[in-house]
């Protein structure tokens, strides 16, 4: 009997040490054994680093992308629900049998000759760039998991590299030094091929690697720019690898930070797409990405885990009316900065729901909500679960409140995937 995609994801996750082993010579290896890095696995490829914002910028460059008329693949992590999210043909999650093929194939290039050791990551990466291979889009926009430079994404050479934002995360194995951080975010950069940097301010590591490297770099806030022109809708202007500029006008909000947007618009171009108004209004009223600013009736869920990302999600809730209430179901991992992300987020959340999460990382509900209360903020109960929290609230909400769902992948999911079961079961 063949192995299932449910079997090959649980083999990965026995068949190394560690579950983070960053560093690109056992994944080299492998790459050249599949023939990865003999000749390109796109037309062109596009790889997103950066600490938030990649999500959104990889969704809205995907979509531009199509609506422009181009065939695309992106590969993104982690999942929310299921593991076919990371790879994306035109849109659509690959079908199981295209990610055990490459999981098949990976696994015997590991072994042929001397055996090489990946972590689930590693191979999972390996996977999805031979299938990408396979159908040689004319766009493959490739999302960095943790870092940039030892990043297993890194061993594909990319025509345009984005650098969204750099702040403190991963302290682990990033550290805490925004300098260091940026040097690895800029791992991804190629010599003489173009660069977006989407955020106003980046450490000056990246600076001086792009320099170094003769990379062109096209800067948001200098090269490229949004402004908000009221009743939702906004303007870009950016400029080709050629002289000239370019100008959209009357763009639709696509519900994601406009900063990634800009930057996703920016990229397009350099990628021989010169952007169009009317298809690129297109891709901005139909661009979704779930986990992010992600309404399910009055549930709102959002991914966010750090204070950068928290306070976007802040800002634009307090563009809304606000409710009679607004409920934060909260869960964070233990090595998150759980004390930020409560500050980022009081403003707009009136009281608070602490869920446990399991794994090594996690940390229990109860534990949470001392954290909660030790920054002044008001806890209804604490559950040990996402899933575990849905089921207590339900029942429990009255007509004019919202919950907040967010801290972590783990608590998005968990608690999208009950709520959503829930609801079918009343349907």
Known sequence: MSATLDDWLARL???????????????????ERLGLTQGPIAHRVVTVAGTNGKGSTVAMLERLARAHGSTTASYTSPHLLRYNERLCFDGAAAEDEILIDGFERVETARLAGDPVSL????????????????????????????????????????????????????????????????????????????????SRQLPASVSRRAELLGV?????????DHAEAGDGEWSWQGR???????????????????????????????????????????????????GR???????????????????????????????????GLLGVLRDKDAEALIEALAPVVDVWLPVGLPGPRGRSGEELATVVTSQGGKTLSAASSPSAAVDWLVPRLVPGE???????????????????ARMNDNA
């Not at 998991?145 to 682990?172: E, S």
Request: aromatic content about 6%; some cysteine.
């Open 293 to 327: 600013l992600q309404w399910l009736g009055n549930w709102c869920f959002d991914v966010a885990h750090n204070p950068h990302a928290a306070r976007y999600v802040g800002s634009r809730l307090a563009r809304r009316p606000r409710p009679a209430r607004r409920i």
């Open 216 to 224: 062109a770099a096209y800067w948001l806030g200098r090269d490229f």
């Open 13 to 31: 996750e026995r068949q190394h040490p560690v579950s983070i082993d960053m560093g690109l010579e056992r994944v080299a290896v492998v790459a």
């Open 119 to 198: 972590t689930y990551f590693e191979a999972g990466t390996l996977a999805a760039l031979v299938a990408i291979a396979d159908v040689r889009p004319q766009l493959a926009i490739l999302e960095v998991g943790l870092g940039g430079r030892l990043d297993a994404v890194n061993v594909i050479d990319c025509d345009v590299a984005i650098i969204t934002t750099i702040a403190r995360d991963h302290a682990d194995f990033l550290g805490t030094d925004l300098e260091g951080i940026g040097f690895e975010k800029a791992g991804i950069l190629r010599e003489g091929r173009p660069a977006v940097f989407g």
């Open 240 to 290: 080709p690898e050629a002289d000239g500029r370019y100008r959209l006008d009357s763009l639709p909000d696509p519900g994601l930070p406009l900063d990634n947007a800009a930057v996703a618009l920016q990229a397009l171009s350099l990628c021989g797409v010169p952007p169009r108004e009317a298809d690129s209004r297109l891709a901005m009223s139909t661009v979704a990405l779930a």
């Open 402 to 420: 919202e919950v907040l769902v967010c801290g972590s992948f783990l608590t998005v999911a968990g608690a999208l995937e009950a709520l959503q």
